[in-house]
Each structure stands twice: as structure tokens, then as C-alpha cells.
């Protein structure tokens, strides 16, 4: 069965703490996505990338960045975190080449900021 | 840029009745794809239906069936004999059709199906 996994479920940091959300998936997609969902904001894209080591923003980057050394594998990082990054982090992935429009999403990363 | 509204938070509905959730968009292509995503209390995004700009023909699965009207750049979700296992957020979602393109979410409709 093909899998997008998220690291943790849920995760509680300090203010100022360097974070990692690691996402993984085993389908060989070539794009992988982080979003991020807010009551009343539906989800909102951080970074996407493309291929290995390409990344490009989204709508929110600021405050984020992300890593993709290998193809399976896409790292959201948040160099210092704030209160106002607590929230779910969804990571998802999808193919390029047709048919390539469905996306397969994690199970989501529920991130408290202390 | 491509913008997804969606214009009801929150909706209810009796159990084995028919609902209908509403979506707009904006854009100025004129191929892409339209999705209807649900994501229940386990938070996993489930993919319910999804069409293509291109075709004519609204798209159906099961219970779930869309009104897609390109012109006027609406895209509705009608769920019919809804169960309570249909409680859940649902959004609506849009992407270009384009190999590496980002899809755009709507804020969601939280919908509740009512025993």
C-alpha cells in the first residue's frame, strides 16, 4: 500500500526551539509538498519541490525552510519556532508525469509552540 | 494566482438526505482539474472526486457527484443518502494542469451528518 509518513504526530516545542517535521514516501513521486492547516484557513502551501534539492515557496514561506537531499524524502524546518507556528502540518507527494494530479497526503504533524 | 472559495464553514444535514457543498474559483487557464477533498476526525485527506476542465461530463462516484460549470467557474459537491460516516471537513481544491504545479485549497466546509 503506498505511504506518505510523517515523523510524529504530535509535538510540543519551545519558543526558539529548532524543529524538524520529516515527511517520507515510498512511491518514487517526484513532488513533494508541505501545507499548512488552520481553522477558518483550509490549508495553506509552505514550500514544494520538484526534484531532489529543488525547492521552490509557496504562499507562506516566512519563518520556514526545507531540505530534500533525497528523492523520498522532504524536511520541513522551522529555524526558530514561534507561538504563531503551532498548528498541523500536512506533507504530501504526487508523480509527474500523467496521470499525476492525485496527491497522497500524510497523516499530518499537530505542532504546539510553547 | 488561482483562488478557491468556499463559501458555507459549516453545514448539517439528516442522515440518508442529499447535501450540496459549494465551490468557486478563479483562473485564467483553461485546463486544470477540480477536487473534492475529505478529511474525517482521523485527519487523513481522502481524495472524493475529482474532473477534469476538459470534459464536459460532470464527474460521479458512488454517492458523490459534482455540478461542474466551467463558465461560470463553479464547482459543487452533492452528496446523496449521506451516513454519518460522511462527517467531515470537505475542501475544495484546484490545480493546474501542469506536471509539477501546487495544488490551491478552499478554507473548507465542515459538514455533519446529522442521526
Known amino acids: 500500500d503506498v505511504k506518505v509518513t510523517q515523523s510524529s504526530r504530535y509535538l510540543v516545542k519551545r519558543t526558539g526551539e529548532k524543529v524538524f517535521l520529516e515527511c517520507v514516501q515510498d512511491?518514487?513521486?517526484?513532488?513533494m509538498f508541505w501545507y499548512r492547516q488552520d481553522p477558518g484557513l483550509g490549508l495553506r502551501l509552505i514550500y514544494f519541490?520538484?526534484?531532489?534539492?529543488?525547492?521552490e515557496k509557496g504562499d507562506i514561506p516566512e519563518g520556514y525552510s526545507v531540505s530534500r537531499e533525497k528523492k523520498e524524502r522532504f524536511s520541513l524546518i522551522l529555524e526558530s519556532a514561534s507561538t504563531n507556528q503551532t498548528s498541523m502540518y500536512l506533507c504530501?507527494?504526487?508523480?509527474?508525469?500523467?496521470?499525476?494530479?492525485?496527491?497522497?497526503f500524510g497523516s499530518g504533524t499537530q505542532l504546539s509552540v510553547l | 494566482a488561482q483562488t478557491v472559495t468556499q463559501s458555507q464553514p459549516e453545514m448539517s444535514v439528516q442522515e440518508a438526505e442529499t447535501v450540496t457543498l459549494s465551490c468557486t474559483y478563479d483562473?485564467?487557464?483553461?485546463?486544470?482539474?477540480l477536487f473534492w477533498y475529505k478529511q474525517p476526525p482521523s485527519r487523513q485527506m481522502i481524495l472524493v472526486i475529482r474532473?477534469?476542465?476538459?470534459?464536459?461530463q460532470n464527474a460521479t462516484e458512488n454517492r458523490f457527484s459534482v455540478n461542474f460549470q466551467k463558465a461560470a467557474k463553479s464547482f459543487s459537491l452533492k452528496i446523496s443518502d449521506s451516513q454519518l460516516g460522511d462527517t467531515a471537513m470537505y475542501f475544495c481544491a484546484f490545480m493546474k494542469y501542469s506536471g509539477n504545479t501546487p495544488l490551491v485549497f478552499g478554507k473548507g466546509t465542515r459538514l455533519s451528518v446529522i442521526a
Open positions: 504530501a507527494s504526487s508523480a509527474l508525469t500523467p496521470p499525476n494530479e492525485k496527491l497522497f
Open positions: 474532473q477534469e476542465a476538459y470534459k464536459q
Open positions: 483562473t485564467s487557464e483553461n485546463n486544470y482539474y
Open positions: 519541490s520538484y526534484d531532489v534539492k529543488m525547492k
Open positions: 512511491m518514487d513521486h517526484e513532488n
